[in-house]
């Protein structure tokens, strides 16, 4: 069966990172790309960049360049994506998912990062 | 970027009745490989995404045969045949033919 398992929630302070992980279930995570999304409350889904650790292939929104890293550890296989610089702006439900050539087919259940001082 | 605006951003539904959602892009998204990367998500609330139909047109495992999706180049369309009431949530549309680009969502109420 496969799953995408996140972290637990976050409250960070303005000008701290945060790494979200994502550990999937039920195949191997070279085998896609791992996109993450995210979700500020009340609004829309914000998609911020994907990895493929099968060709090393990684892009980011141009939005999150420079302040976003996303890795994945193939031994453990789990996806991380790291975010610097935060601000109250950052507030956000962040989501990994699996994509399957130009879509996301399955989705982890989300992680809230809170940042207030 | 690819933009895309989705119509209406709310939609009242009655139940049994069909519903439609419109998702134009700023752009054609007919990928070098000759598909086109349009999918369609619902979202209830206080779930994660869920995807309905990928490629346009193509309904995912599961999903009820009352979905449908379709269109071609720029526009492209959400079909509901008859709403019922799990169907309540926001839809979005999402580009996969440059990066990743989600449309603004479509919340459907009754």
């Known amino acids: 069966q496969i799953q995408l398992v996140q972290s637990g929630p976050e409250v960070k302070q303005p000008g701290a990172s945060v790494k979200v992980s994502c550990k999937v279930f039920g195949y191997t995570i070279i085998s896609y790309a791992v996109t993450w999304v995210r979700q500020a409350p009340g609004q829309g889904l914000e998609w911020m960049g994907w990895?493929?650790?099968?060709?090393?292939?990684?892009r980011y929104a141009q939005k999150f360049q420079g302040r976003v890293t996303v890795t994945t550890d193939t031994f453990t296989n789990t996806a991380y994506m790291e975010l610097r610089s935060l601000t109250s702006d950052d507030t956000a439900v962040y989501y990994c998912?699996?994509?399957?050539?130009?879509?996301?087919?399955?989705w982890g259940q989300g992680t809230l990062v809170t940042v207030s001082s | 970027d690819i933009v895309l605006t989705q119509s209406p951003l709310s939609l009242p539904v009655t139940l049994g009745q069909p519903a439609s959602i419109s998702c134009r892009s700023s752009?054609?998204?007919?990928?070098?490989?000759?598909?086109?990367?349009l999918s369609w998500f619902q979202q209830r609330p206080g779930q994660s995404p869920r995807r309905l139909i990928y490629k346009v047109s193509n309904r995912d495992s599961g999903v009820p045969d009352r979905f449908s999706g379709s269109g071609s180049g720029t526009d492209f369309t959400l079909k509901i045949s008859r709403v019922e009431a799990e169907d309540v949530g926001v839809y979005y549309c999402m580009q996969g033919t440059d990066g990743r680009t989600f449309g603004q969502g479509t919340k459907v109420e009754i």
């Open positions: 998912a699996r994509d399957v050539i130009g879509s996301e087919d399955y």
């Open positions: 990895m493929n650790s099968n060709d090393g292939n990684i």
């Open positions: 752009q054609s998204l007919v990928h070098s490989d000759g598909n086109i990367y």
